[in-house]
């Protein structure tokens, strides 16, 4: 028993590598507090984005088969659901090098695009138009649509740093205080 656990592990070991070939990580967020890591899957053309910083931590979801974007914030118990803006985003296939390239030399390069979404009043009560994965990032707790706007916000606004490349600013009086 002891040595089919042992080449288990042992396969384990060899195998990661191989799994994990559409990973990236990106550390040393300013502050020094926080950790950001992604996970490009290029196939299903899927990002996810993990801040790891305490009660301020945050999940995005960034869907280029469906064309939406999801922002799960965990201080406040909510997902806000976009359209993504494709104009903004570089293509899943070109993401990877733009993360390196950012991770190198943050003053390089063009600067990250800023959007700001107004949040909606309304829950979203079906997940499933939005795909499986935005779906597993929201259920179970409440979300919210929110659209791309230019200009001024008036309220609170909870602002998320995505890779270096994209700031998003999501905003919505009580539910972002």
Not at 134 to 150: K, M, Q, S, W
Request: aromatic share 6%; glycine share 8%; hydrophobic share 40%.
């Amino acid at each position: 028993m002891k040595l089919i656990a042992l080449s288990v592990a042992l396969l384990g070991v060899l195998l990661a590598p191989t799994l994990a070939d559409n990973n990236e990580n990106n550390q040393g967020n300013a502050g020094g507090r926080s950790h950001q890591s992604v996970s490009i899957d290029k196939q299903k053309k899927v990002v996810n984005v993990d801040n790891n910083n305490g009660w301020h931590s945050w999940n995005n979801i960034l869907d280029y088969s469906t064309g939406f974007m999801a922002t799960r914030i965990l201080s406040k118990k909510a997902c806000f659901l976009t359209k993504m803006n494709q104009d903004v985003m570089p293509d899943v296939t070109t993401l990877p090098e733009a993360i390196r390239e950012k991770q190198k030399d943050r003053t390089k390069g063009p600067a990250p695009k800023n959007l700001t979404y107004r949040v909606a009043p309304k829950k979203i009560t079906n997940l499933a138009p939005y795909g499986k994965n935005i779906e597993a990032l929201c259920r179970g707790i409440p979300t919210y649509a929110a659209y791309e706007f230019a200009g001024e916000s008036s309220g609170a606004c909870f602002q998320a740093n995505i890779l270096f490349i994209l700031r998003i600013s999501l905003c919505g009086g009580e539910r972002m205080a």
